[in-house]
Structures are given as structure tokens and as C-alpha cells.
């Protein structure tokens, strides 16, 4: 009901409370309480008389109905649900898409409490700080091509962050995203297909947004987006980036490689690739269509490095 509430303030009009009352069906007590409620989470709301409620600010919020105001994506995000805390939105989308949630389907946290990240780390998602979300995706592909849905989303993120906060972001080959250096989003997909096909894709996304200060074993490799731009931004305002984005993203056809590529802070620079069972360095030359970064080894070789098998590392810092 809070967010029925929400969405009919959110059209800019006074609503009154016997209104709202009689559209949901429950009292007027009932409807104060939701109010006073909203008033609570730092929704600036004005009682005018006898004419009712008008919303005059918002805080930064990532409620459904924030989120929703002002998206003009076709299918991305048209479904969203939204949660205070959870232990992973990963763990909650992949339940949901089971259920049958539809493709574009998201679902978005305020605090994680057990985030994760690529090869097994652990994703620190302090309440309020960040954007956590989870894309869940019903795309038409063989499983060997699910590489590309990585890359895109990564693509997507970049784009987000330039068209709503004028970042100048790259990518970490193959989809942590980074501004002077620094890490401010992480991405880990999931997938659910068998040998023929995938049923469902989970992206989960985890971009530091207001965070000013990290543990000290990431404080020298991370960032926010706040202290890269040096002003608070606005989180619904990037969720909402990112989804046209990656509607746009997905135009892009043959012409999604070249658009990582020209974003990538990997290639042309010197990294150490660590596997299980190798570890050497080399000059990043190229990723493939396919999501495999080609390196050239100190001997001139020229060899294809998968994500799911290897970590790489600059040699002059974390990029």
C-alpha cells in the first residue's frame, strides 16, 4: 500500500486522504499511517488543509515507484521488486526467475548482506551506500554465448554512469567497472541452461555510489561514484541510466565488441594473468568476440585467457 501511496504522489498532484482511502480500500487512519511512514523514510510530504497530501522532495531512495518515475525502457525493468535488506539480490532473482519472473525482470536492495562476487570474493554492500540489483534475462542463445551478456552489462554500466553522473568509466576486462583507476562496480552472472540452451540469466550489479570510505584491504583499489564526481549522486537516477542503457546496448548487434573495446582499460597495457595452474605476463591485445582476452606472453606467444579460469592483474596497479 506504501507504494501505491507513493506513485500517486509522485504525479505531482494533492491527493487527498479520502481519496486514497477509497482507491485502496482501507481507512483514512490506515492511509496516515503510510503517510507518516513514508515522512519516516525522508519523502518530504505536505498536508494541505482539507486538500490532501503533496510530495514536495524525494530522498535518495530506490523504491519501486522512484525507480519507475520518469523510465521509458520498453521491457527492462517493467517488473521490480524492491528490498530493504537481503542476504543476495543473485540469490533472490534466481529464486524469482524460477517462478517464472519475466525477461527484464529486477530486483534491487538497499543493504546485501551476504553479496558476492566473481571466483568465490565477497561483494561489501553497506546499507544505503550502493545500488545492488539483479537483471534477470531469458535470452535465445546457446550457453557458449552467454560470455557476450557479460560484456554488455558492463557496457551498459558505463554508459549509466556517463548519462547520469558524466562519468568517464572503462572497463576491467572482463566487467569490473573503473574511474582513475579504481573499482567502483563489480558484475556476476549467472546462468541456468542446459546443453542446448539457456533458460534464464541472472547480472548481478553492484556499483559504490556514496561510499567515502573502504576496508583496508580494498582502500587503495576502490572508489565510489561520489568521490569521483565529488557530489552526491542519485541512485534511482543511475538504475533507471542503466536500464535504457542496456535496452540500447542490446541494438547494438555486431557492433557491441567494438563499442567494449573503445571502453576497455585493459587492452594495450601490460598484466599478469594468475590461473590455477599458470601464471604469466604478457601485453593485453584483444578480447574476441566470444569474451576471451587475448594476451602475448613474454615469448611472443599470443594466447586466449578466459574469465572463469583466470584473474588478471595490471603490473603498474589494480588496472
Known amino acids: 500500500m506504501m507504494d501505491q501511496i507513493l506513485s500517486r504522489l509522485l504525479e505531482n498532484e494533492t491527493v487527498s486522504g479520502q481519496a486514497l482511502s477509497e482507491e485502496l480500500g482501507v481507512t483514512r487512519a490506515a492511509v496516515w499511517k503510510k503517510i507518516d ?47 530493504e535488506s537481503v542476504d543476495s539480490t543473485n540469490r533472490y532473482a534466481r529464486k524469482w526467475a524460477a517462478e517464472g519472473a519475466a525477461h527484464g525482470a529486477l530486483v534491487l536492495a538497499d543493504e546485501q548482506t551476504a553479496g558476492r562476487g566473481r571466483r568465490g570474493r565477497s ?139 573503445a571502453h576497455s582499460a585493459t587492452l594495450g597495457r601490460q598484466v599478469e594473468v594468475i590461473g590455477s595452474d599458470c601464471r604469466f605476463v604478457g601485453v593485453a591485445l584483444d578480447v574476441t568476440d566470444s569474451g576471451s582476452l587475448i594476451v602475448e606472453d613474454q615469448q611472443g606467444r599470443k594466447r586466449e585467457v578466459l574469465a572463469a579460469d583466470v584473474s588478471v592483474r595490471g603490473l603498474m596497479g589494480y588496472v
Open 123 to 261: 561483494w561489501i554492500s553497506p546499507a544505503g551506500e550502493g545500488i545492488f540489483m539483479s537483471l534477470i534475462m531469458r535470452p535465445h542463445a546457446h550457453p557458449s554465448e552467454v560470455a557476450r551478456l557479460s560484456l554488455q552489462t558492463a557496457l551498459a554500466v558505463v554508459k549509466a554512469l556517463h548519462d547520469a553522473c558524466g562519468l568517464d568509466a572503462q572497463i576491467k576486462w572482463p566487467n569490473d567497472i573503473v574511474c582513475a583507476g579504481r573499482k567502483i562496480c563489480g558484475l556476476l552472472l549467472e546462468m541456468n541452461a542446459d546443453e542446448q540452451a539457456v533458460h534464464d540469466v541472472v547480472a548481478g550489479i553492484g556499483i559504490n555510489v556514496h561510499q567515502k570510505q573502504f576496508d583496508e584491504d580494498i582502500q587503495k583499489t576502490a572508489s565510489s561514484v561520489d568521490l569521483q564526481t565529488g557530489r552526491k549522486e542519485n541512485r534511482a537516477a543511475i538504475v533507471r541510466a542503466f536500464l535504457r542503457a542496456f535496452e540500447e546496448t542490446e541494438q547494438l548487434g555486431d557492433g557491441l565488441m567494438e563499442a567494449y573495446r
Open 37 to 83: 511512514a513514508l515522512r519516516d523514510a525522508g519523502f518530504d510530504i505536505e498536508s494541505c488543509g482539507r486538500q490532501g497530501y503533496r510530495l514536495n522532495g524525494c530522498p535518495d531512495s530506490l523504491r519501486v515507484p522512484v525507480v519507475l518515475h520518469g523510465l521509458d525502457t520498453k521491457w527492462a525493468g517493467r517488473e521490480m521488486v524492491y528490498l
